[in-house]
């Protein structure tokens, strides 16, 4: 099923995603993880509207079992108002990478520019 995230073009945004297993929460410790934003799934990476990790700092710990993906208001400032296509991926401290979600990222107009 695919998810639904918004955020306003130019301001900070914070989407968190939990690690589940079977239904079930996992602890984040030693995972790595991966969050890119395109305008089209098969753009490369390189095109990425958003590419945010935890080696880039771009995703950090929420708390034992959810990861947060950090939007800084220059992410978005520049970027045209629509609709992209996210993915985020996980890999286990033992080499295993999984996709966690994917979806629709929308970035809309922000209302004011102060």
């Known amino acids: 099923m ?10 900070s945004a914070d989407l968190k995603f939990p690690l589940l297993y079977s239904g079930v929460a996992q602890p984040i410790e030693g995972w790595k993880f991966w969050f890119t934003a395109k305008l089209l799934p098969n753009d490369a990476d390189a095109a990425a509207l958003l590419a945010k990790t935890t080696d880039n700092g771009g995703i950090v710990a929420h708390d034992a079992t959810n990861a947060r993906v950090l939007i800084e208001p220059a992410d978005t400032k520049t970027k045209a108002i629509g609709r992209y296509y996210y993915d985020i991926e996980a890999q286990s401290p033992s ?18 520019s102060a």
């Open 2 to 11: 695919l998810k639904t995230h918004r955020i306003f073009r130019g301001a």
């Open 95 to 112: 080499g295993r990478r999984e996709p966690l979600e994917h979806g629709y990222l929308y970035i809309d107009p922000e209302m004011t």
